[in-house]
């Protein structure tokens, strides 16, 4: 298993799956060309070097784990696994996974070069603006920021975006209020104090995933991410905010997050991962930076938001994560579960049991399905991985007068762009999902007419035997 960023970097590098790109300009080239790849068949990981206005060494690395095999690889899994296969197995892993507490170290490497006082500048590091009409440089697109309660001493470590403002100044944006960072900071506000935060920009993968997770209220993102590697996370305190700090960690900024009552800044906009603006740019938190740590040649993680679908995961993680609710709320037989459409479309396959079944399934993925408005279940011959399969049986089994049905007021967010600007003026957040059953209808599904195509094994028998002439 990969030790920390550098060492994945190298895995990806043997995966052959590794693009080194010099001379970009962080201002839309490194954004531009990241999206290109995202959305090429092979979907490469790119190390951009020799940024124009940065000295040689002063990297960005995109799209990490932006397929199958790389977000495969940062879980601790077979990157060769087909994907469903792999999904089930992080299911499974993440079903057994024990929180691994993080262990001190004397040294860290992101204390080789230190910058304090007047010295801080955030603009030495080549933060990109990605997308065109964003309100500025985003050095925080895959950063995790770091905050420790100041009633139970609990450390999160989550994925927040951050925005460049000043020589030491950069906001901080929590979605909504129910963000463990935003609960977090708000205690120290209402005592009137200032938050104590750190930001890692270039960190472990698996702790990139942990930031990501839904994890409950309490628990530790660094325990989720040395569960995931089968070894703790190595940590160092911050020299100023004493927060514990990856020791392996590429950049690291320590200041505090100044009350919302003293300032804010105009936060965005940033282009979304629904592949749209959401919102005009809103008053932020603001982040005094007064140290600025960094390795040696250091390499920032970018993990931009882009027009599905691509995303920041080749591995549907959410969609395991319904996939394990189902199984815990009894649905039995689900064969699998993904989504698409960078998460706004959730697919469900299981073998019929009963009348229902397919409905019960649905219904329990919908109500998991953050901002999906389609939720669709197929039978267990469907590979729900596979959008032209899906589209395939949503297409034939599917009867839209009988199959389609509408559940309104339903789990969306402030991102969806469809709401109405009235209404989101309102406060809306919710929408309406359709669940689209796509499966063989249950009382006649025995005289449903045969399939003509090969079954998924007969297939791989042929490709098996005949592959080699079949590719030329
Ligand atoms: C690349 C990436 C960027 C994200 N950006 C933000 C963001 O700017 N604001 C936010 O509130 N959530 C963002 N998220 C989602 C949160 O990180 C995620 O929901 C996490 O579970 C929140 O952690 P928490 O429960 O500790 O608050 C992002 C996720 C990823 C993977
Ligand atoms: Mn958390």
Same mark, same amino acid.
């Given at each position: 298993?990969?030790?920390?960023?550098?060492?994945?970097?190298?895995?990806?590098d043997q995966?052959?799956a590794?693009?080194r790109i010099?001379?970009?300009?962080p201002?839309?080239?490194?954004?531009?060309?990241?999206?290109v790849?995202?959305?090429?068949?092979?979907?490469?990981a790119?190390l951009?070097?020799?940024i124009?206005?940065?000295?040689?060494?002063f990297r960005?690395?995109?799209n990490?784990?932006?397929?199958v095999?790389?977000?495969?690889?940062?879980?601790?899994?077979?990157?060769?696994?087909?994907?469903?296969?792999a999904?089930?197995?992080?299911?499974d892993?993440?079903?057994?996974?024990?929180?691994?507490?993080?262990?001190?170290?004397?040294?860290?490497?992101f204390l080789q070069n230190?910058?304090?006082?007047?010295?801080?500048?955030v603009?030495?590091?080549?933060a990109?603006?990605?997308?065109?009409?964003d309100g500025?440089?985003?050095?925080?697109?895959?950063?995790?920021?770091?905050?420790?309660?100041p009633?139970?001493? $609990?450390?999160?470590?989550?994925?927040?975006?951050?925005q460049?403002?000043?020589?030491?100044?950069?906001?901080?944006?929590?979605?909504?209020?129910?963000r463990?960072?935003?609960?977090?900071?708000?205690?120290?506000?209402d005592?009137?104090?200032?938050?104590?935060?750190?930001?890692?920009?270039?960190?472990?993968?698996?702790l990139?995933?942990?930031?990501?997770?839904?994890?409950?209220?309490?628990?530790s993102e660094?325990?989720?991410?040395?569960?995931?590697?089968?070894a703790?996370?190595?940590?160092?305190?911050?020299?100023?905010?004493?927060?514990?700090?990856?020791?392996?960690a590429?950049?690291?900024?320590?200041?505090?997050?100044?009350?919302m009552?003293?300032?804010?800044?105009p936060?965005g906009?940033?282009?979304e991962f629904?592949g749209?603006?959401a919102?005009?740019?809103?008053?932020?938190?603001?982040?005094?930076?007064?140290a600025?740590?960094?390795?040696?040649?250091?390499i920032?993680?970018?993990?931009?938001?882009?027009?599905?679908?691509r995303?920041?995961?080749?591995?549907?993680?959410?969609?395991?994560?319904?996939?394990?609710?189902?199984e815990s709320?009894?649905?039995t037989?689900?064969v699998?579960a993904?989504?698409?459409?960078?998460?706004?479309?959730?697919?469900?396959?299981?073998?019929?049991r009963y009348?229902?079944?397919?409905?019960?399934?649905?219904?329990?993925?919908?109500?998991?399905?953050y901002m999906?408005?389609?939720?669709?279940?197929?039978?267990e011959?469907?590979?729900?991985?596979?959008?032209?399969?899906?589209?395939?049986?949503v297409a034939t089994?599917?009867?839209?007068?009988?199959?389609?049905?509408?559940?309104?007021?339903? $789990?969306?967010?402030a991102?969806d762009p469809?709401?109405?600007p009235?209404?989101k003026d309102?406060?809306?957040?919710?929408?309406?999902?359709?669940?689209?059953d796509a499966?063989?209808p249950f009382p006649w599904?025995d005289?449903f007419?045969?399939?003509?195509?090969?079954?998924?094994?007969?297939?791989?028998q042929?490709?098996?035997?005949w592959?080699?002439?079949?590719?030329?």
């Amino acid at each position: 298993m990969y030790k920390d960023l550098r060492e994945f970097i190298d895995c990806i590098d043997q995966l052959g799956a590794l693009r080194r790109i010099q001379g970009a300009d962080p201002r839309f080239e490194i954004g531009g060309i990241t999206e290109v790849a995202a959305g090429s068949p092979d979907c490469p990981a790119l190390l951009f070097d020799s940024i124009i206005g940065f000295p040689n060494g002063f990297r960005v690395f995109s799209n990490a784990t932006t397929d199958v095999k790389r977000a495969a690889l940062a879980l601790g899994l077979d990157p060769m696994l087909r994907p469903l296969d792999a999904l089930k197995a992080w299911m499974d892993k993440r079903k057994s996974l024990r929180p691994l507490a993080p262990v001190s170290v004397g040294s860290a490497a992101f204390l080789q070069n230190s910058l304090v006082g007047a010295d801080v500048d955030v603009a030495r590091f080549p933060a990109p603006v990605w997308h065109r009409h964003d309100g500025g440089p985003f050095i925080g697109s895959g950063s995790i920021v770091i905050m420790r309660d100041p009633d139970t001493g $609990w450390i999160n470590a989550s994925i927040y975006r951050v925005q460049v403002h000043g020589p030491h100044k950069v906001t901080v944006q929590f979605d909504h209020g129910g963000r463990h960072g935003a609960i977090i900071a708000k205690k120290y506000w209402d005592r009137g104090q200032s938050c104590p935060v750190a930001i890692l920009h270039g960190e472990d993968p698996a702790l990139f995933i942990a930031g990501f997770e839904y994890l409950p209220h309490g628990s530790s993102e660094y325990e989720f991410a040395g569960a995931i590697k089968g070894a703790p996370i190595e940590i160092c305190s911050g020299p100023q905010t004493g927060l514990p700090l990856p020791a392996h960690a590429e950049i690291v900024f320590e200041g505090r997050l100044v009350p919302m009552s003293e300032a804010t800044l105009p936060e965005g906009p940033f282009g979304e991962f629904t592949g749209y603006y959401a919102a005009e740019a809103r008053p932020g938190p603001v982040m005094e930076v007064t140290a600025i740590h960094h390795r040696n040649d250091p390499i920032l993680l970018g993990s931009p938001p882009m027009k599905p679908p691509r995303f920041h995961f080749g591995l549907p993680f959410r969609a395991a994560t319904i996939w394990s609710e189902l199984e815990s709320s009894g649905v039995t037989d689900v064969v699998g579960a993904w989504q698409h459409v960078s998460q706004l479309m959730t697919v469900v396959a299981l073998r019929q049991r009963y009348d229902g079944h397919a409905k019960r399934a649905a219904l329990v993925a919908a109500a998991h399905s953050y901002m999906a408005r389609l939720v669709v279940v197929v039978d267990e011959d469907i590979d729900p991985s596979n959008l032209a399969d899906v589209m395939w049986a949503v297409a034939t089994r599917c009867e839209p007068a009988d199959g389609i049905d509408i559940v309104r007021n339903a $789990w969306s967010s402030a991102l969806d762009p469809r709401i109405p600007p009235d209404q989101k003026d309102r406060g809306v957040t919710s929408h309406s999902k359709a669940i689209i059953d796509a499966c063989k209808p249950f009382p006649w599904r025995d005289r449903f007419p045969k399939a003509s195509a090969l079954s998924a094994e007969e297939a791989r028998q042929i490709e098996e035997k005949w592959g080699n002439q079949i590719r030329g």
